[in-house]
């Protein structure tokens, strides 16, 4: 972030309209603050396609500016271009004749329609369930949280092993007569890994429970790496077992934001995702997705966008990204007080601490004020970065910078209680996880409550009791905080 937004709130419709040229000079005044991701310098919320192909998306996006795939009667158009995006991309992950789908608006989409799927599909083939349940990795995406939330079901988590595969013995224990999907991840956000869809696939066969593989993050860059000869496990449709993926296309198909897919192995599973009301005055209305209204325009650049590229494209970007990925691992390696939690041939690097001097969120506040754009994670405390075509030029800054980071902290222990990384510290080490639902749904209400944007989206310092603690007792609590840390642990790989 460079500066502060320094246009009022808007607190009511203007009574008078206002003239185009101020309000366009404003929407560039309102980046101010924004993460620079042109530089290369963030690293999982934008996939930069380069400067052409943007354009080109921009142009096939503004041609369907205005269409609307709500009625595909109305726009056989976009109707037509949804379908031709979900066979091209089918194909990709190896599906069959039988395989077919939706466009969505992104991967929670996916994920929440592949939970519902799986749901209504019990209760047309159990209707005696009523008590649903979904086994997945404690890695899988908290859309999968969202989903079992908004749909009413239980979530039960399968722990990971030492490698951060999910342990396919508790997913075994953790099935039972109430379990209508199982779920693994190709890879999965927090490390990159992929999961181990084969092993996952024959329960699923065994058990006859539909097994949704999300793609999201690989469904458009792991056949690329296959193409350039790297070793991956199988986990698409190759996979018996496997009835649905999600695969987006905004992160590695380099598309415009708000587009997805879901595949299903056939009609038979697609069958349970549509929603139809017939009884209502407006007329009979069925939707296979979530939203009413859908745009025209992430269809459009989708369609255009993926055989701009075509295969070459996309194996000439793999290239590129991987290129990137192994270079930062190798960097990181060399890195004394660093390790690595993420596997080769991926494009998401994870690194944590390896030394009891080196404060893994103390590093990400030194590279954040180095101007990074950082994802922090917990459990243990680690560094993400999706890595994709864009980064391959900036990996030497990055490792300058990372490398200077860790010196820094090791220089300077007070930094790890001091700043963000006594926040970030005590947010993951906490085990009262109730406490800091309510402190995070207190900053949420702060940024979303009437006074919404006053202060740029910038969680404010934690206040009521998190905030006294931190301020009191930080450093005490800390160090009581990783004792128990050290003890769960323990008691976990014990397990
Ligand atoms: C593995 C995985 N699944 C699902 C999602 C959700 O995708 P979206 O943010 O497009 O809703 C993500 C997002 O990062 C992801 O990494």
């Not at 000079?25 to 924004?34: G, N, P, S």
């Not at 649905?244 to 934001?257: C, E, P």
């Amino acid at each position: 972030m460079s500066g502060a937004i320094e246009l009022p709130l808007v607190r009511s419709l203007p009574a008078n309209g206002r003239d185009h040229a101020t309000l366009l000079q404003e929407l560039e005044a309102l980046r101010v603050a924004d993460a620079e991701w042109r530089d290369g310098r963030v690293f999982s919320l934008v996939y930069d396609p380069g400067h052409a192909h943007e354009t080109f998306l921009r142009e096939a996006h503004g041609r369907y500016f205005s269409e609307n795939g709500l009625n595909p009667m109305a726009f056989k158009s976009l109707h037509r271009m949804e379908t031709d995006v979900v066979r091209m991309v089918g194909a990709l992950v190896n599906g069959d004749a039988e395989t077919c789908g939706t466009f969505t608006s992104g991967g929670t989409e996916s994920l929440l329609l592949a939970v519902k799927t799986a749901r209504d599909r019990a209760r047309r083939l159990h209707p005696w369930n009523r008590r649903p349940e979904i086994v997945l990795p404690e890695s899988a995406h908290v859309a999968f949280d969202k989903a079992a939330d908004a749909f009413g079901l239980r979530i039960r988590r399968a722990r990971l092993d030492a490698d951060k595969r999910v342990d396919v013995k508790h997913v075994k224990r953790l099935i039972n007569r109430h379990t209508v999907l199982l779920v693994a991840s190709a890879p999965q956000y927090p490390h990159g890994v992929i999961d181990p869809v084969e092993a996952i696939g024959k329960l699923a066969l065994k058990h006859k429970i539909p097994f949704h593989v999300d793609g999201c993050v690989g469904g458009l860059i792991l056949p690329f790496i296959e193409r350039l000869g790297r070793p991956l496990p199988l986990w698409d449709f190759r996979v018996p077992g496997v009835t649905s993926i999600s695969a987006d296309l905004h992160k590695y198909g380099y598309t415009t934001k708000g587009a997805s897919v879901l595949l299903h192995k056939s009609k038979d599973y697609l069958q349970d995702q549509i929603f139809i009301a017939t009884d209502w005055p407006g007329g009979v209305y069925a939707s296979p997705t979530l939203p009413g209204t859908k745009p025209g325009g992430p269809v459009a650049a989708a369609w255009a966008g993926i055989q701009a590229l075509g295969i070459d494209g996309y194996v000439a970007l793999a290239k590129q990204t991987l290129a990137a990925a192994d270079a930062l691992r190798e960097g990181i390696r060399q890195i004394d007080g660093l390790r690595l939690l993420s596997p080769d041939n991926m494009p998401i690097v994870t690194w944590t601490s390896a030394s009891d001097d080196v404060d893994t969120y103390a590093v990400a506040d030194q590279l954040e004020a180095r101007g990074w754009h950082l994802d922090r994670q917990q459990d243990p405390p680690s560094i993400h970065l999706t890595v994709m075509a864009g980064h391959e030029r900036v990996v030497p800054e990055y490792l300058r910078d990372l490398k200077a980071a860790v010196q820094f902290v090791r220089e300077n222990p007070g930094t790890k209680s001091q700043g963000n990384a006594a926040m970030y510290g005590m947010m993951a080490k906490v085990p009262f996880r109730s406490m800091v639902k309510s402190t995070v749904r207190g900053i949420m209400l702060e940024m979303y409550g009437p006074e919404g944007g006053k202060n740029q989206g910038d969680p404010a310092p934690p206040d009521g009791f998190v905030g006294k603690m931190l301020a009191e007792h930080g450093e005490k609590i800390g160090r009581a905080l990783d004792t128990y840390q050290r003890l769960r642990a323990r008691l976990k790989r014990g397990k």
